[in-house]
Each structure stands twice: as structure tokens, then as C-alpha cells.
């Protein structure tokens, strides 16, 4: 199983198979607007338009599964745009962790696990991508997203 297998749906209803970025190393962040750690959409989007020319995609998933994401996955995606500037693709609100999370998520997890297991703990745990849809690391909810650079400086050498 690769990355690219797996089906995705944008906030819009638009489904899509993630092989539609082959070749480009990913960002993929589950994501809540309520969340005390939603300030880093900033930082998110920073790093987006810092290595977007280069191929970098940020790609975020929503869940309510810590019961601080709006109701809607329209109005969630809405609310990243207009209070933090966010113009990297949103998806659907969906569970990440259980029977039933999303298939991305239950593959991420088995790929990188956390520090204690592979259950995503909180809202705004990052997995980086390669740009060959191999799994290169897992950063916790509270990592800041800038730290991630050099990481992305490495995969653009």
C-alpha cells in the first residue's frame, strides 16, 4: 500500500486520489479551528508559500474527534481562510483515530508512530511526506510548524 492509494475528499465534496501529487513531498495535518493550537494555520500557510514553488503541498484534514471543529467541513475551511489566510487544500471533517478514521490516517499511523503509540493524541499532528509517498516523520500537535524547514530544506537538496 502507497500513499498515493488512498481517496481523499476535499471541505467542496470533490474526491480525489492523493497520486494526484505524486512527486511532491506533503505536509498532512489534522486540523481544528477551535483547537488552542490553531494558530499554527499561520505558520502552516507560512511554510506552504515559503516551499510551494519547489512542490511542497500542505494538506489539511479536519477532525472533531476532540470536540473542537465546527459542525461543517465548508464553514471550517471557511474560517481557516478568512482568519488565518489559509490557501492550502482542506478536506472533509473526519475521525483520525479508531474504526472509524479515515484509511489515511489509520496507514499514517501505522507508518510513524507517536511517542507513547500510534493513536494521534491532539488536533494539529503533522505527518511529512517524501515525494515519493514514503512517511519521513511524525511531529507532535505541539511542534511548531517552522521547525519543520530544515526537514523540507533536506528533502529539496
Given at each position: 500500500m502507497?500513499?498515493?492509494?488512498f481517496e481523499v475528499t476535499l471541505e467542496n465534496g470533490e474526491s480525489y486520489?492523493?497520486?494526484?501529487?505524486?512527486?511532491?513531498?506533503?505536509?498532512?495535518?489534522?486540523?481544528?479551528?477551535k483547537c488552542g493550537l490553531a494558530p499554527q494555520?499561520?505558520?502552516?500557510?507560512?511554510?506552504?508559500?515559503?516551499?510551494?514553488?519547489?512542490?511542497?503541498?500542505?494538506?489539511?484534514?479536519?477532525?472533531?474527534q476532540f470536540?473542537?471543529?465546527?459542525?461543517?467541513?465548508?464553514?471550517?475551511?471557511?474560517?481557516c481562510q478568512t482568519t488565518y489566510g489559509v490557501t492550502f487544500p482542506m478536506h472533509q471533517i473526519n475521525d483520525v483515530n479508531g474504526s472509524k478514521a479515515l484509511p489515511l490516517f489509520k496507514y499514517l499511523t501505522t507508518q510513524e508512530s507517536?511517542?507513547?503509540?500510534?493513536?494521534?493524541?491532539w488536533n494539529f499532528t503533522k505527518f511529512l511526506i517524501d515525494k515519493h509517498g514514503e512517511v519521513i516523520k511524525r511531529y507532535a500537535p505541539t511542534t511548531d510548524p517552522l521547525k519543520i524547514a530544515p526537514a523540507?530544506?533536506?528533502?529539496?537538496?
Open positions: 502507497s500513499i498515493y492509494n486520489r492523493l497520486e494526484r501529487y505524486q512527486g511532491h513531498p506533503l505536509l498532512i495535518v489534522n486540523t481544528a479551528t494555520f499561520k505558520k502552516l500557510e507560512q511554510l506552504y508559500q515559503t516551499y510551494q514553488d519547489k512542490g511542497l503541498v500542505v494538506l489539511g484534514f479536519p477532525s472533531n470536540h473542537q471543529e465546527l459542525a461543517d467541513s465548508h464553514e471550517a475551511a471557511v474560517a507517536g511517542i507513547v503509540n500510534k493513536a494521534i493524541k523540507l530544506d533536506q528533502l529539496f537538496q
